[in-house]
């Protein structure tokens, strides 16, 4: 009894020695948020970049204080900003995003050919190692790396070579949304576009092949098997295990545990398969987190209920996850990359909505609450955990 | 000396308040504005217009003495006004929403 309540002030000290610093990216600004490890009392930093779209944000595994931010804008286009010293100060870098070699085509909406466009960043990934070399999602989709800390953006334009003629956009555009760096292997990485589907690279970035099979887009496609074509919404894994990668799909949880060569559906009792993101615990490869979206025409939660779902067996059995989150008149969407988890103990679970809300859990997802309430729509949230 | 008056997110950007001064040769057009403003302030490359072809972005708009230059082309003279330095060159985020 007397050890393991001497456990018990050693962790808390831990926790209150530690912090956290969550990114947030709106529809109108970014806004950064700071705690300690306890996770109970928060500041409100921001609107950075007041007024333009901030897409995401995210800071480096190797330098805490380095942050990278997509900020855009329908008039103004795309800029990318800097920080040296987590997110005081920030300086414009680099925003040319030139496709290489030859436009080629990708299809378009009424079935005819279309050239490559660049849009918008819609996703920016920090190498794990190397604070200046930063892969950015583009939209349309294509993958950009800069090794100069954002001065300079080159693409891989293998990538488009992994039969992008058939690619085309979803809804929201033709966005290469997110970006996995595999920590046991540097040039393995894999990236998901919609509506596309899942690539991997094996050779750092100059060819790609379609990591597709298993997924099933019955209403989507033409061929529901197609190699590629399917409407991924986000993938996600544990570091530790970075041959299993979980998925949520327009429709349907999946996983695969071959690196993608292979997917099986984990959507198990889930009151719905729809939804945007999808997480892992920090400290427990088997544990994901998902929210539950009606349907995709009707991007709020069921019932009027805002429910995490988590799954502590990979996929199939689901807990709603409720304490703290408004169980009644909720409509709300959870966007893509707006959700993260931090790497203390209890993991940090974090998500933000389309009605400005940001929710924090400090144990796991079993009890939320609100840090803010009332900020633009969020498009992205990244966590960082400061030592 | 010309004038150029930035929108509000582009004086932001470019970290000045109020008007630009550009002094800028003759024969002083649209495009050699635009490309001495660039110059000056290399963070609105792309912002203005597109980084590689140089196209007027979509939503922006040129306007001097009361007339609409953003269709015009880049080797366009700029008006008088706006050469003696008495009339500014508007740059604006066009009118888009409901």
Same mark, same amino acid.
């Given at each position: 009894?007397?050890?393991?309540?001497?456990?018990?002030?050693?962790?808390?000290?831990?926790?209150?020695?530690?912090?956290?610093?969550?990114?947030?990216?709106?529809?109108? #600004?970014?806004? $950064?948020?700071? %705690? *300690?490890?306890?996770? /109970?009392? @928060?500041?409100?930093? &921001?609107?950075? =970049? !007041?007024?333009?779209?901030?897409?995401?944000?995210?800071?480096?595994?190797?330098?805490?204080?380095?942050?990278?931010?997509?900020?855009?804008?329908?008039?103004? #286009?795309?800029? $990318?900003?800097? %920080? *040296?010293?987590?997110? /005081?100060? @920030?300086?414009?870098? &680099?925003?040319? =995003? !030139?496709?290489?070699?030859?436009?080629?085509?990708?299809?378009?909406?009424?079935?005819?050919?279309?050239?490559?466009?660049?849009?918008?960043?819609?996703?920016?990934?920090?190498?794990?190692?190397?604070? *200046?070399?930063?892969?950015?999602?583009?939209?349309?989709?294509?993958?950009?790396?800069?090794?100069?800390?954002?001065?300079?953006?080159?693409?891989?334009?293998?990538?488009?070579?992994?039969?992008?003629?058939?690619?085309?956009?979803?809804?929201?555009?033709?966005?290469?949304?997110?970006?996995?760096?595999?920590?046991?292997?540097?040039?393995?990485?894999?990236?998901?576009?919609?509506?596309?589907?899942?690539?991997?690279?094996?050779?750092?970035?100059?060819?790609?092949?379609?990591?597709?099979?298993?997924?099933?887009?019955?209403?989507?496609?033409?061929?529901?098997?197609?190699?590629?074509?399917?409407?991924?919404?986000?993938?996600?894994?544990?570091?530790?295990?970075?041959?299993?990668?979980?998925?949520?799909?327009?429709?349907?949880?999946?996983?695969?545990?071959?690196?993608?060569?292979?997917?099986?559906?984990?959507?198990?009792?889930?009151?719905?398969?729809?939804?945007?993101?999808?997480?892992?615990?920090?400290?427990?490869?088997?544990?994901?987190?998902?929210?539950?979206?009606?349907?995709?025409?009707?991007?709020?939660?069921?019932?009027?209920?805002?429910?995490?779902?988590?799954?502590?067996?990979?996929?199939?059995?689901?807990?709603?996850?409720?304490?703290?989150?408004?169980?009644?008149?909720?409509?709300?969407?959870?966007?893509?990359?707006?959700?993260?988890?931090?790497?203390?103990?209890?993991?940090?679970?974090?998500?933000?909505?389309?009605?400005?809300?940001?929710?924090?859990?400090?144990?796991?997802?079993?009890?939320?609450?609100?840090?803010?309430?009332?900020?633009?729509?969020?498009?992205?949230?990244?966590?960082?955990?400061?030592? | 000396?010309?004038?150029?008056?930035?929108?509000?997110?582009?004086?932001?950007?470019?970290?000045?308040?109020?008007?630009?001064?550009?002094?800028?040769?003759?024969?002083?057009?649209?495009?050699?504005?635009?490309?001495?403003?660039?110059?000056?302030?290399?963070?609105?490359?792309?912002?203005?217009?597109?980084?590689?072809?140089?196209?007027?972005?979509?939503?922006?708009?040129?306007?001097?003495?009361?007339?609409?230059?953003?269709?015009?082309?880049?080797?366009?003279?700029?008006?008088?006004?706006?050469?003696?330095?008495?009339?500014?060159?508007?740059?604006?985020?066009?009118?888009?929403?409901?």
């Amino acid at each position: 009894m007397k050890t393991k309540a001497k456990h018990k002030v050693t962790s808390k000290k831990k926790r209150s020695a530690s912090a956290v610093r969550l990114l947030v990216g709106t529809r109108k #600004g970014a806004f $950064i948020l700071n %705690s *300690d490890g306890t996770r /109970k009392k @928060w500041t409100v930093d &921001g609107p950075h =970049f !007041a007024g333009w779209e901030m897409y995401h944000l995210k800071g480096s595994p190797a330098d805490p204080n380095r942050l990278y931010a997509s900020q855009t804008s329908g008039w103004f #286009g795309q800029k $990318i900003q800097r %920080s *040296d010293d987590g997110g /005081k100060t @920030w300086e414009p870098v &680099g925003d040319k =995003f !030139a496709y290489e070699g030859t436009t080629t085509t990708h299809q378009w909406y009424d079935g005819t050919q279309h050239p490559w466009e660049f849009k918008r960043i819609w996703h920016l990934e920090p190498s794990l190692t190397d604070p *200046d070399t930063v892969y950015a999602g583009a939209e349309d989709a294509a993958l950009f790396k800069t090794t100069d800390a954002g001065k300079t953006w080159q693409e891989f334009p293998g990538l488009r070579n992994a039969k992008g003629h058939l690619w085309q956009p979803g809804a929201g555009g033709m966005g290469l949304h997110t970006i996995l760096l595999d920590p046991s292997n540097p040039k393995r990485i894999f990236i998901a576009i919609s509506a596309a589907g899942v690539f991997r690279t094996e050779d750092g970035g100059q060819t790609w092949r379609p990591i597709n099979s298993g997924l099933k887009s019955p209403y989507q496609l033409p061929d529901p098997d197609a190699e590629v074509g399917h409407c991924v919404h986000r993938i996600a894994l544990h570091p530790s295990r970075p041959g299993v990668l979980f998925m949520q799909k327009h429709w349907d949880v999946m996983r695969s545990d071959n690196a993608g060569d292979s997917w099986h559906e984990v959507s198990g009792d889930l009151p719905t398969d729809f939804g945007f993101p999808i997480d892992v615990h920090a400290h427990e490869p088997e544990t994901i987190y998902v929210v539950p979206i009606k349907s995709d025409s009707e991007h709020f939660p069921l019932d009027g209920k805002l429910r995490v779902y988590r799954s502590r067996t990979g996929g199939n059995e689901w807990e709603p996850l409720t304490k703290g989150l408004p169980q009644r008149d909720c409509y709300v969407n959870i966007l893509r990359d707006a959700m993260a988890v931090d790497s203390l103990e209890p993991c940090g679970v974090y998500f933000g909505t389309t009605g400005g809300q940001v929710y924090a859990s400090a144990n796991g997802g079993n009890s939320w609450t609100a840090i803010v309430r009332d900020l633009p729509a969020v498009l992205s949230v990244e966590v960082q955990t400061l030592k | 000396m010309i004038r150029v008056v930035l929108p509000a997110h582009l004086r932001t950007l470019a970290r000045v308040n109020g008007e630009v001064q550009l002094e800028s040769s003759a024969p002083i057009t649209l495009g050699s504005v635009l490309d001495e403003l660039e110059a000056r302030y290399p963070v609105l490359r792309g912002s203005i217009r597109d980084h590689v072809t140089l196209r007027r972005r979509p939503f922006v708009r040129f306007f001097a003495c009361e007339e609409d230059l953003s269709h015009e082309p880049p080797e366009t003279a700029l008006p008088q006004a706006v050469v003696s330095g008495s009339e500014p060159l508007l740059i604006i985020g066009a009118l888009a929403g409901g």
